[in-house]
Structures are given as C-alpha cells and as structure tokens.
C-alpha cells in the first residue's frame, strides 16, 4: 500500500510527515523551507518513498472562521495539488495541532527554545495522525 504526506503549511517553514506503509502510523521528516524549492522538493519526496496520497492542513481559527494562514494554506494547496497531480491532494483540519505538538515536546522534556527545529514536523504528525485514525475509525 502507498504512503500517505501530511504537511502542515507554514509561513517560513512546513512540517512535513508520512506514514509507514500500513498507513496505520505518522512519523515526522525534516521540515522544508517554505520557498520556491518547495514543490520540487515535495514531488521528490513523493517519489521517494511512493507516496499515493498528501494531506495539507488546513488552519482554521477554533470558531471555525478561515483566517489569514488558511487563505496561505489554501494557496499552497492549490499548488501542491497541480504540482503533484495525478496524486490525490486534500485538505484536513488542523485545529490546535502546533499547540498539541508543543505540550508534547514539552511533557518529552525538550525545553521551549530547542523545539523551534521540531515543532512544524511534530505539528504534521499529529495532523496525519488524527487523519489515518479517521480512515481506521470505521
């Protein structure tokens, strides 16, 4: 069975993770610069690791409103899906997962300012989680 991408679309940088091959389980990858390298390097990625789904997150304020990260999200979206195409891409709620992330890394004993370097791909594990444990909900 292919993998499936999570990335979490930051201003500066995108977490990025992937689940193993069951697609039971997420696991973080390197963050990527949030710059004009980034679809190529995402396709490599693709590619690498026979990827057959990618899920970008989505950033909603917790009313539910769209703010300005999820009209950014959205952009990045649109392009993901043209530039990966004929992988499926779709969008995912990502609500509260940064925060999710920090309490983790936190309770994991990593002090506030060594978690900058982790954060974004933490942030995209728990986003892809909370997807694949939706797919095996059923």
């Known amino acids: 069975m292919s993998r499936i991408l999570g990335i979490d679309p930051g201003t500066k940088r995108c977490g990025v993770a992937i689940t193993d091959s069951a697609r039971t389980l997420a696991f973080p990858r390197p963050v990527l610069e949030a710059n004009d390298s ?3 390097k995402l396709g490599e990625l693709v590619e690498e690791e026979l990827v057959g789904l990618v899920v970008v997150g989505r950033p909603v304020a917790l009313s539910g409103n769209e703010t300005a ?6 952009g990045l979206y649109t392009a993901i899906t ?26 994991a004993g990593m002090k506030a300012k060594n978690q900058r370097e982790r ?20």
Do not use: C, F
């Open 38 to 40: 980034l679809l190529a």
């Open 82 to 107: 043209a530039a990966l195409a004929p992988i499926p891409v779709i969008q995912w709620d990502e609500r509260l997962t940064t925060l999710e992330a920090q309490k983790s890394l936190s309770g």
């Open 119 to 138: 954060i974004d791909s933490a942030a995209a594990v728990i986003m892809l989680q909370n997807y694949v444990d939706g797919l095996h909900a059923d």
């Open 69 to 74: 990260s999820t009209e950014a999200a959205d």
